[in-house]
């Protein structure tokens, strides 16, 4: 089986846990996912299937959109609402034009210190394991781009047990998506803490919801944390969801449970056979799907077996009239079927494969 799904992660998922979800669902093998999205997040996760697990590399990394909500007036170890309170800050003096002024400086070019709670390794280790023990680290700060940051909400100030009189704006995901329950009883349990305990309840906050559209590398709960700090007051992310993952958007996302009940009655003919195939057909989609800002080449029939056996394909391979070579071209067979991405040598005068998605049984 091969393709993209377009999943909605739930909270309490890791990526690997959608990894082995689907293999169960869709009774394939080789599946990747296109980026992590941490626990306690959700949105959209695009997985590879089959042959085209080799586009994961490629998907990961395209640009994302996130919709999260900004807390100012406390900070956590995790920078996210799944840590420990570690300070907490005044927020009477903080202005709206002061917000507004902070969170648009954060467009552009910016440096950002990775969390020690994080994927990132080093020597063989991931970051989060290391802070589960209770060691820090020091790390470098690192270049990231954000090319869009927004404020999408008013500007509320409550206390921080009073996530309720929140409201982010009507046309966004946020509103949208409802918040989702806490996950199952077993699973996320290390860190399924809850800032808004007993003790910590009254704190004065400000919450406010933020549409940020970055690149690759760019750590969401760090933007959070640095406009807190910033601001002189603290800061951190309570809630995330990934909107967009290159062409995938959450409009067009589907849940775990979906896809086992498409996938069951695919699989027991409960519905007829042309039914089943349609609807698996809208979920799992061709790898050409994601990389439609390259323009499209078709091989000549005879030429079939050159692009099969991923070789080397020059300009009279094609059935398209070629005055001047593209950089990377979308590459179909004679039946119109995505095969490859091939990149232009300019100087040998010939396409090179860069991705082949030929599964092992053609």
């Known amino acids: 089986m091969d393709g993209i799904i377009n999943v909605y992660k739930e909270k309490g998922y890791t990526s690997h846990d959608v990894v082995a979800r689907l293999r169960g669902i869709t009774k394939e093998k080789h599946i990747g996912h296109t980026g992590t999205l941490d626990p306690a997040a959700a949105g959209v996760l695009p997985m590879c299937l089959g042959a085209v697990t080799k586009a994961c590399e490629l998907l990961t990394e395209k640009g994302k959109e996130y ?3 900004l807390l100012l007036g406390i900070e956590t170890n995790t920078e996210d609402a799944t840590g420990e309170i570690v300070s907490s800050g005044d927020v009477s003096c903080i202005t709206d034009d002061m917000i507004m002024e902070a969170v648009k400086s954060f467009e552009g070019d910016i440096s950002q210190v990775p969390p020690m709670f994080s994927a990132t390794r080093i020597n063989g280790q991931r970051y989060y394991d290391l802070a589960r023990k209770g060691v820090e680290i020091d790390r470098e700060a690192k270049q990231v781009h954000v090319s869009n940051i927004e404020i999408i909400s008013d500007i509320t100030r409550c206390l921080l047990s009073q996530k309720e009189v929140f409201t982010p704006y009507p046309d966004t995901s946020l509103a949208k998506f409802a918040e989702e329950p806490d996950p199952e009883e077993g699973r996320w349990h290390w860190e399924n803490n809850d800032i808004r305990k007993d003790e910590n309840k009254d704190i004065p906050v400000i919450r406010v919801a933020l549409r940020i559209a970055c690149e690759k590398g760019t750590y969401i709960r760090t933007i959070c944390a640095d406009i807190g700090r ?19 958007t ?46 499209a080449l078709h091989c000549k029939e005879k030429y079939d077996s050159v692009l099969l056996n991923g070789n080397l394909m020059r300009m009279r391979h094609f059935k398209e009239y070629i005055e001047v070579a593209d950089p990377i071209n979308r590459v179909y067979d004679s039946h119109n079927d995505f095969k490859a991405l091939y990149e232009w040598v300019e100087e040998r005068k010939l396409y090179r494969p860069l991705k082949v998605f030929i599964s092992t049984k053609e």
């Open 250 to 295: 959450i409009e067009d996302s589907h849940s775990l449970a979906e896809l086992e009940e498409i996938f069951a009655k695919a699989n027991s003919g409960e519905n007829d056979n042309n039914t089943s195939c349609e609807k698996i057909k809208n979920v799992l989609l061709s790898a050409d799907t994601c990389f439609m800002e390259y323009p």
């Open 230 to 248: 910033k601001l002189g007051c603290g800061g951190c992310m309570e809630r995330l969801l990934r909107t967009r993952s290159g062409a995938f």
């Open 67 to 69: 919709e999260t909500i």
